[in-house]
């Protein structure tokens, strides 16, 4: 049984292994929420515990041999060799881990919308940054990130790997729905140029072996995480 | 040969993978810079051509058989497992892919310290913002990724997997570099907290292996691309 680690309470980076243990059944224990309250005690503790092979930030896994896998593309990189959750010819292999990274770069622009100066300070203390940033990211970044994903499903077929899904599309999914909590005016005039994306988004939210798990309390909702909502950093 | 695609003129992203095709004396021909003055015209006549299997930046590499690789860490991935130039068992593999994710994020973050806002605007549309940014960069950002490799070398030995140099170490001599060119001050205070860094990052500067590029022209000035040196960012 692996475990996973990750603050409790917000999806963050943690979901995007989470979604592949979900979609591939694999059994996991999601430990710091299992922890319930003491979920950040029982994380500081067992990052202390793992200091031999410290991942630098949670998310992190550890197998039942006790290897600790820590950066969520790694994990998942891992995951898909296991448990066929990618293709497993190199150049499907490379292909899909290619697509992670960049979801990956994505999601940090997101995250530094509100955060753009100091990751340790408030929001509240960085607002004036945060709607520049919010500004070229609205108006170039999603267009030019979602954009390439849509030039590869026209190319290549319903899934970014082709023929089936993939943990990439996994992320895909999580990384639309994060930024339709985030800046839902922007997201309804860019969805327009990116179908296909939208349609692999619906594909995944409809995915017999994810139904289960996005129907649970386990997903949690959008709230103070990576994809937050401030309507002042959205606009069409 | 393989086909390196990078924007000449700057070390950018493309000179992780570079580091690796020398060090590990694997023949490439490095496009864009064979190309001259028109280097910025090839590198975009080739990003056409590969719109089947784009990346979504370069640095790209094109093997003998046609198989585009984006992605800096990815690239790596695949050249540490064809050349060994990282561990081959899985945990080993796992664990250098995990170092490299993690500088490619810190190398992200020294990026944003010159561009917190916009990554399409000017610098010196974006100064005060920028200050703000390197101020938290410097403070925390250096000590906790520089700390967190010391804490591994510790741990583990002279390189990051222990006994043998791997692609990461590569990765982590050129961010001493660039944070040595960028930040000199808060570097010449934060180096004697991490002498570990500092002996791998002069341990690959002796590399025989690295000797003739380091000293050649191929090996490019820092200059305006990732790392840049702008007085007012830098501090104790």
Redesign the interface.
Known sequence: MYELWYWPGIHGRGEFPRLALEAGKIPYRDMAREAGEDGYRALSKNLDKV??????APPYLITEDG?V???S??IL??LGEEYGLAPLD??GR??I??CQ??IA?IV?EAH?THH??????YYED?KP?AK??A??FRA??IPK?LG?FE??LA?RGDWLSGKAWSYADLSLFHLVEGLNFAFPKRMATVSGDVPKVIKLHDAVANLPELRDYLSSARRLPFSDGIFRYYPELDGD
Chains 1, 2 share one sequence.
């Open positions: 200091r031999d092979d410290p991942p630098f290897l896998i820590g950066q593309a790694n990189l891992y190199p150049a490379l292909w881990n290619q990274l960049t770069d940090t530094d753009p100066v100091s990751l340790d300070a960085q940054e520049r940033r500004e070229d170039n970044r990130f390439w030039r590869i190319e």
